[in-house]
């Protein structure tokens, strides 16, 4: 999956792109990027990338044992983890057919097909939240703003952000505006 992110220096964006024109980006940088905060555009949340190039030695190339298998299915991308249950739940998954595990992919996927119209919105709203808490949380009008966030308030979100600096400003809003974009 394609993640996008935006690469801000002090208060001034620098790029927002794909992983690797950020990464290719922040190479060119030098040293400055150490200075540089990035951004994934989908949850607003500050993340560190690894910039070392690609073809950085492997453990199986410098003679190092492989790490041992953990459970589940890895090449698949299935990790063991747990879950809690009540005992009835326990009983239940018990009788259908193929155990547990089977019984609560089929749960999940079904579950995740089913469309939930606010979800955009509350995601939206967490990703403009994350991020001004990083860039603007200190910023006058940062309170209000994030009331208005979640009262869906647009005109007083864009109202309480008109003094943050442009590029943290504009960022803000580009990633609250599907929860303004929701019906109400």
């Given at each position: 999956m394609m993640t996008n992110m935006t690469i801000f220096v002090g208060d001034k964006k620098i790029l927002s792109g794909s992983e690797d024109e950020v990464r290719t980006a922040l190479r060119s940088m030098g040293e400055s990027a150490q200075a540089a905060l990035l951004f994934d555009d989908e949850n607003g949340k500050q993340v560190d990338i690894d910039l070392r190039e690609d073809s950085a030695p492997t453990d199986a190339a410098q003679g190092k044992a492989a790490a041992?298998?953990?459970?589940?299915?890895?090449?698949?991308g299935v990790r063991a983890r747990e879950v809690t249950l009540?005992?009835?739940?326990?009983?239940?998954?018990?009788?259908?057919?193929?155990?547990?595990?089977?019984?609560l992919r089929k749960l999940v996927e079904a579950a995740s097909k089913q469309?939930?119209?606010?979800?955009?919105?509350?995601?939206?709203?967490?990703a403009s939240?994350?991020?001004?808490?990083?860039?603007?949380?200190?910023?006058?009008?940062?309170?209000?703003?994030?009331?208005?966030?979640?009262?869906?308030?647009e005109a007083a979100f864009a109202a309480a952000i008109s003094g943050w600096p442009a590029d943290?400003?504009?960022?803000?809003?580009?990633?609250?505006?599907?929860?303004?974009?929701?019906p109400a």
């Open positions: 041992p298998r953990g459970r589940g299915r890895p090449n698949l009540l005992p009835r739940h326990w009983e239940w998954l018990a009788t259908q057919k193929g155990g547990a595990s089977v019984t469309e939930d119209p606010g979800l955009a919105a509350r995601q939206a709203m967490d939240y994350a991020f001004s808490m990083a860039m603007a949380g200190n910023l006058p009008g940062y309170e209000g703003a994030m009331r208005a966030l979640y009262t869906g308030d943290i400003r504009d960022h803000s809003s580009r990633l609250a505006q599907p929860a303004f974009a929701m």
